[in-house]
């Protein structure tokens, strides 16, 4: 009971701060939404927002990443005595989610700034070859990681809406794990990918639906007649 409190304060602090993250990284591109689309355009806004953009990455890999360890933790455990080992699965590939988007955040954090700050001191012919490394950066970041490579264990964890109804407090569970994946998804999620996962809980979620009325109307069908 109380890993589950944790879990569920550590959610709602989730999307706080995931919404303070899509914020900052607004700030940084002076709250236009192409520096969202096309980060590269953050080249050139001036050394003093390069800090925002620190402080945006830093956020994003707390509120889209490390606090939802304790939910992927906990859903598991209480899938697990209905889903069986399987669900271990589910658990490594949330925790797997949550390590690969956060590296990439923190990467971000700590390289990004320093290249902004670079690009803005550097002479003309320098400027080149700092843009050059500022859009490999991002690339990796945006395209590499949380466009691609995070998105294969979340579709993975997803999946565990197959045994979704198993669970007796189930519904409490998927809805504080959807939560966290939305908050500021028309700020941060423009750009970045974020709209494949709650694609896939939407899938998942007509699935299990489904599959819930199937196994009712059989019940029905074969309860005797009055």
């Known amino acids: 009971m109380l890993f589950r409190r944790i879990a569920g304060v550590s959610a709602l602090v989730a ?3 995931g919404g303070l993250s899509g914020v900052l990284f607004l700030a940084a591109g002076g709250f236009r939404l192409d520096s969202l689309l096309d980060p590269v355009r953050l080249l050139g806004v001036g050394s003093s927002r390069a800090q925002l953009l620190r402080w945006g990455a830093l956020t994003d890999m707390l509120g889209y990443y490390l606090l939802l360890v ?20 589910f658990t490594v590939a949330g925790v ?5 988007g956060a590296t990439a955040a923190v990467v971000l954090a700590e390289a990004g700034p320093v290249l902004l700050r670079a690009y803005d001191q550097a002479d003309p012919a320098a400027r080149g070859g700092i843009a050059l490394a500022f859009q490999v950066l991002t690339n990796a970041v945006y395209k590499g990681a949380w466009q691609t490579l995070e998105v ?3 579709a993975v964890w997803a999946s565990a809406a197959a045994v979704r109804g198993g669970c007796p407090c189930s519904g409490h ?6 939560i966290p994946l939305w908050p500021a998804s028309d700020v941060t999620a423009i750009g970045t990918g974020r709209r494949v996962g709650d694609r896939w809980w939407g899938a998942a979620s007509a699935g299990a639906r489904e599959r819930s009325g199937r196994s009712g109307g ?9």
């Open 96 to 100: 797997l989610y949550a390590g690969i």
């Open 15 to 17: 999307v706080v701060v």
């Open 173 to 178: 569970l998927w809805t504080a794990c959807r």
């Open 152 to 154: 294969l264990p979340l």
């Open 218 to 226: 059989r019940g029905d069908r074969s309860s005797p007649a009055g």
């Open 70 to 89: 304790p939910l992927f933790v906990c859903v598991g455990s209480e899938l697990r005595p209905r889903g069986g080992p399987i669900v271990d699965l």
